[in-house]
């Protein structure tokens, strides 16, 4: 620090990885605030709107999460969306990351319906940046499968699935089997056995080596 100046970016990166560090080993007492200082030294050393400032953002607002704060991470997050906006363009596969991120929080807050709105703009703008078959898209969507399966919206539900599923099979061998497995769960829901059971074929296959 003293050959960098405290408000070098090179420090806050530093303090960053240590961080992480901190706390993949569990110790988000000490790590958390070592965050946020970092991402105070990067504002300082960068300027408040520069891209390279998200990562920072995002690593925070998951520990923060971690801790079991639910409010604090949204701020951080909806920084970072305007951020990636305004260094990328508002349809840019970076948009799409930190827009998912925040759908999460906001779905873990209990705002369902908001939740979904957001995801469904994240997946919108991967599928434009990157195309319906990319292994971000196909997984974004899974995601939001996931919710509209504990909504019991079934119908919507299973035509994404089916779609994930003829999609991913090259591509993304994990989400090809989550597909099956999901339909399986569908069609179980739905009181429809035979379905359910071509499907639990497929998903045993898929996981096959």
Do not use: C, F
């Amino acid at each position: 620090m003293r050959l960098l100046g405290p408000d070098h970016a090179d420090v806050s990166a530093l303090m960053h990885n240590l961080a992480a560090l901190l706390a993949e080993m569990g110790d988000l007492e000490q790590a958390t605030p070592l965050m946020q200082e970092a991402l105070e030294v990067r504002r300082r050393a960068l300027g408040p709107d520069h891209a390279d400032i998200v990562p920072a953002l995002h690593t925070l607002a998951e520990m923060l999460q971690r801790e079991g704060d639910l409010d604090g991470p949204e701020a951080l997050l909806r920084e970072a969306v305007e951020i990636d906006q305004r260094s990328y363009g508002a349809s840019h596969p970076h948009v799409a990351a930190s827009l998912q991120k925040l759908a999460t929080l906001i779905h873990a807050q209990g705002d369902v319906d908001q939740a979904e709105a957001i995801l469904r703009q994240s997946i919108d703008i991967r599928t434009e940046a990157l195309g319906s078959d990319h292994r971000d898209s196909l997984r974004t969507t899974i995601h939001l499968v996931e919710w509209l399966l504990a909504r019991q919206q079934h119908d919507e539900a299973e035509s994404l699935l089916h779609h994930i599923y003829e999609r991913s099979a090259a591509s993304d061998p994990a989400t090809h089997q989550r597909s099956a497995a999901l339909l399986t769960q569908l069609y179980e829901s739905l009181d429809r056995p035979e379905d359910a059971a071509l499907w639990r074929q497929r998903a045993t296959v898929s996981t096959s080596p």
